[in-house]
């Protein structure tokens, strides 16, 4: 993943700068985790957090507006990553064939990610979402708006192919299946590869439904 987004720094002052954001970005991300695991997520502050990352605690907030968006740090630049992928489909491209292809450019970036000690990150992050209620329903949020947003974009991409139903069915249906599939991994300590594979076996499954419903035809309306 780092080395993906180096590839599309612009060169000159602005690179400079866009490593420098990223840096501070990834220094308060594991600063909070230290912090979490060492104290706990209610007994942790922000000041605490960005004094440990030596930054301000008017920087922290220029980049997180709060202690829970710590946990979500990645959240953004996967999005950014998948909604790219949707937005350019391949010449004669089946919308779940790009779906496919969303999933696997995802299932890259979080094993690219979480290697060595990012992957005991992970598992803290893991366990912060099981025990912390308010993490707990921000997850649910924001990944209820990731697939919202995918939706939206793969019904651009086919007007005439995907209606949104459909698009919102399929969508949350591989990315559930990948979290689903690959936590169950990870409770279980799983390595990097093999919590991949487990996500993409997930994948498979689901994949094998949506093939079968066919994205190209509209929803029946189920009897009474």
């Known amino acids: 993943m780092a080395e993906r987004l ?8 602005a690179g400079l700068r866009e490593r ?11 600063a909070a985790m230290r912090l979490f695991a060492e104290k706990g997520y209610e007994q942790t502050t922000v000041a605490e957090i960005a004094a440990a990352a030596d930054v301000s605690t008017k920087t922290l907030f220029n980049y997180f507006p709060g202690k829970e968006d710590l946990v979500f ?14 937005a350019n489909p391949e010449a004669d491209e089946a919308p779940v064939d790009l779906l496919a292809r ?3 450019t995802l299932l890259t970036a979080v094993a690219d990610e979480e290697t060595g000690a990012d992957l005991a990150l992970s598992r803290l992050r893991l366990h912060l979402l099981k025990t912390v209620p ?3 329903a921000r997850a649910l949020m924001l990944t209820l708006d990731i697939q919202r947003q ?5 019904c651009k991409s086919y007007p005439d192919r995907v209606d949104p139903t459909s698009a919102a069915a399929a969508v949350g249906t591989l990315i559930g299946a990948a979290q689903a599939s690959g936590l169950a991994a990870l409770e279980q300590g799983a390595s990097t590869g ?15 439904g949506v093939r079968h419903a066919d994205l190209g035809v509209a929803p029946a309306t189920p009897s009474d």
Do not use: I
Request: proline content about 3%.
């Open 73 to 86: 740090a990645y959240n953004r630049v996967r999005l950014d990553l998948l909604l790219e992928v949707v």
């Open 194 to 208: 093999e919590m991949k594979a487990a996500a993409w076996r997930g994948v498979e499954v689901a994949l094998a």
């Open 20 to 30: 420098k954001k990223q840096r501070t970005r990834r220094a308060l991300f594991e």
């Open 102 to 104: 969303m999933m696997r």
């Open 134 to 136: 308010e993490l707990q």
């Open 150 to 154: 995918l939706a939206t974009e793969l």
């Open 6 to 13: 180096r590839q599309t720094e612009p060169a000159g002052p």
